[in-house]
């Protein structure tokens, strides 16, 4: 939707909005993209900049040089969110300051370069080594995702100068979050699978993880299954196994809902 005159009639572009979360772009004369926001109710936000007792001069600036306006309207605040984000990214309007760069958002880190890798939340310029998956659309989005992924493959969370003075196994390990490589409890070989697998989940491929989790418990050793208590620990194994790779995927449909608006 847009609307674009010689005078910006800005009280019936207004009425003419939903009351529905979305996404407003602001733009001059020459057709130059001056301010993109989010909104969780378009009428209402984009309402405020027209309102006579808004005298912030940041605002009278850019409703001064607006001849036009656009809107998506989205699904979600979180669409609405992540769209806003790749807007601005793209275009880089003069008015935007806030999400001038990407370390508004939060991703996951997992830092390559050690032999154990890490896995991370991470906030900040993508300039460091290592793979980032994301944007996420709030922090307790990446450690909900995270907290998932430690419960299926116990990669380490921990700093490397940590990592490097350990003699014993720490708190994760007891609690059944880490495989303790740090005092050689699980191969380099077994960790990079585990590793692996978590690259799979993070990439959307959790079908593919879940059956491999699943041959992962059929090979493992008959002796373990003998008895019907123990047969029934393999079963809350797989379950848990199935609802952690649930929750997660539901996380990365969330994190990827805004993609498909983003305009090529």
Do not use: W
């Amino acid at each position: 939707m847009s609307v674009a005159s010689s005078q910006f009639d800005a009280k019936s572009f207004v009425d003419s909005l939903p009351a529905r979360p979305g996404v407003y772009r602001m733009l001059d004369a020459e057709n130059e993209i001056l301010y993109v926001g989010k909104a969780r109710n378009l009428k209402s936000r984009v309402g405020s900049y027209f309102q006579a007792g808004n005298v912030h001069p940041k605002v009278q600036a850019l409703v001064a040089k607006t001849v036009r306006m656009e809107v998506t309207i989205t699904n979600s605040d979180t669409e609405a969110l992540l769209l806003e984000f790749n807007l601005i990214k793209k275009h880089r309007p003069r008015f935007n300051v806030v999400l001038r760069d990407d370390k508004s958002f939060p991703f996951v880190h997992l830092e390559t370069q050690h032999e154990f890798p890490r896995l991370a939340f991470y906030r900040g310029s993508r300039k460091e080594p290592g793979r980032f998956f994301g944007p996420y659309p709030s922090a307790g989005a990446v450690r909900e995702t995270l907290q998932q992924l430690q419960k299926l493959f116990r990669l380490r969370n921990c700093e490397d100068t940590y990592f490097a003075n350990r003699s014993r196994p720490c708190l994760q390990y007891q609690i059944q979050r880490c495989m303790a490589p740090c005092v050689g409890l699980i191969s380099k070989e077994s960790y990079a699978r585990d590793a692996g697998a978590a690259i799979k989940v993070l990439e959307g491929r959790d079908d593919e993880v879940q059956q491999e989790l699943g041959r992962r418990m059929e090979a493992a050793n008959p002796a373990v299954y003998t008895s019907l208590a123990a047969a029934y620990r393999r079963l809350g194994e797989r379950k848990k196994s199935q609802e952690c790779l649930a929750t997660l995927a539901a996380l990365l449909r969330e994190r990827n809902s805004a993609s498909r608006t983003i305009p090529p």
